[in-house]
């Protein structure tokens, strides 16, 4: 069973804007959920937004300034706010948990931006 369930993600018109959300899919899955990720058609995946324990947050610069990442209290819960969307984000996006040497990821989401 995947560890991670991504939510969110859909077909939006460029300018617009989507939320991810990046929750555990297991009870006795603890580890740290890091941050989101993204693979388009052909190209390999790549850092879209990381958040660590202390909350400092870390942007890839094509979404600086237009994506946000968040988490609830609780931390059983990561957030990924996607504003002023373009069609070059168009990408499944992918949560990310684990530790030093360990690496977990969710099925991913498709996020289609439209022109």
């Known amino acids: 069973q995947v560890p991670l369930v991504e939510s969110g993600g859909g077909l939006v018109q460029a300018g617009g804007s989507l939320r991810l959300s990046c929750t555990r899919s297991?009870?006795?899955?603890?580890?740290?959920?890091r941050g989101w990720y993204r693979q388009a058609p052909g190209k390999q995946r790549e850092l879209v937004a990381t958040?660590?324990?202390?909350?400092?947050?870390n942007y890839a610069d094509s979404v600086k300034g237009r994506f946000t990442i968040s988490r609830d209290r609780a931390h059983s819960t990561v957030y990924l706010q996607m504003n002023s969307l373009k069609p070059e984000d168009t990408a499944v996006y992918y949560c990310?948990?684990?530790?030093?040497?360990?690496?977990?990821w969710g099925q991913g989401t498709q996020v289609t931006v439209s022109s």
């Open positions: 990310n948990a684990g530790t030093s040497g360990l690496e977990y």
């Open positions: 297991r009870r006795n899955f603890n580890f740290p959920i």
């Open positions: 958040m660590a324990p202390s909350g400092a947050t």
